[in-house]
């Protein structure tokens, strides 16, 4: 089964929320998912330590430079989806991580700032595919947006397509039921109500659903 890696060198886009929306997502779906948790905030570790892990969810901490390569390979067997947590700089732990990606997903604020730092992570991705000699699958996902996209999202979205960037539809929303992961583990069916719990529990699903048509090549 496949590697998908979260990784954009700018801190507070958005990774791990993204990571664990797509894990308990996917989890909740019926699939096997071991979440790598490679970033120092150990922000992964922190949501899985407030509660019970949603079933077929188990995730494993501190992975470090020297092991990356060998922990994924061990754990992308059939039946299970590995999904890595990064740290928010380039480093050689990146460059191992996505060298074993099937899909690397970039996760970016729509702001001139998240933009510009997030394209670092697009030419590493295009670094390790020359060295490599091979295709490596990519994609943006913009996170925290707002329910009325705004004239800089929208200028943003455009440029980036014109690039050729792949864009997940939908984005993420910024919403209080996302950020109270954190506080209350689990995932979002078994956490107490946050804000509009449907629309979030939608959004997630979208998100999960756009990433696994990528995965199965249906996009």
């Known amino acids: 089964m496949p590697t998908v890696v979260i990784a954009s060198p700018k801190g507070g886009a958005g990774k791990s929320t993204a990571a664990i929306l797509l894990g308990t997502e996917l989890a909740h779906a019926g699939a096997n998912v071991v979440m790598l948790d490679c970033d120092p905030n150990r ?24 092991d990356i390569v060998k922990t994924i390979k061990q754990h992308d067997t059939d039946g299970q989806i590995v999904i890595v947590d990064l740290e928010g700089v380039a480093s ?17 604020r729509a702001t001139t700032l998240d933009a510009t730092i997030g394209i670092r992570a697009l030419q590493l991705i295009a670094e390790e ?12 996902v913009f996170t925290m947006t707002k329910a009325i996209r705004s004239k ?6 455009s ?12 984005p993420l929303m910024e919403r209080s039921a996302f950020s109270a992961l954190f506080e209350f583990g689990g995932n979002l069916r ?5 804000g509009n719990m449907d629309g979030a529990i ?3 699903a979208q998100f999960a659903q756009a990433v696994y048509k990528r995965l199965a090549g249906e996009v």
């Open 202 to 204: 939608e959004n997630a």
């Open 43 to 66: 922000s992964l570790t922190l949501w899985a330590d407030r509660g019970p892990l949603p079933a077929r969810i188990s995730v494993l901490s501190n992975v470090a430079e020297s």
């Open 159 to 170: 440029s980036l397509a014109a690039q050729g960037v792949d864009l997940i539809d939908p």
């Open 152 to 157: 800089q999202h929208s200028g943003i979205s």
């Open 190 to 194: 078994s956490m107490p109500a946050q």
């Open 129 to 140: 595919e020359e060295a490599l000699d091979r295709k490596i699958q990519h994609a943006v």
């Open 92 to 108: 050689r732990l990146v460059s191992r991580a996505i060298s074993q990606a099937d899909l690397v997903i970039t996760p970016m």
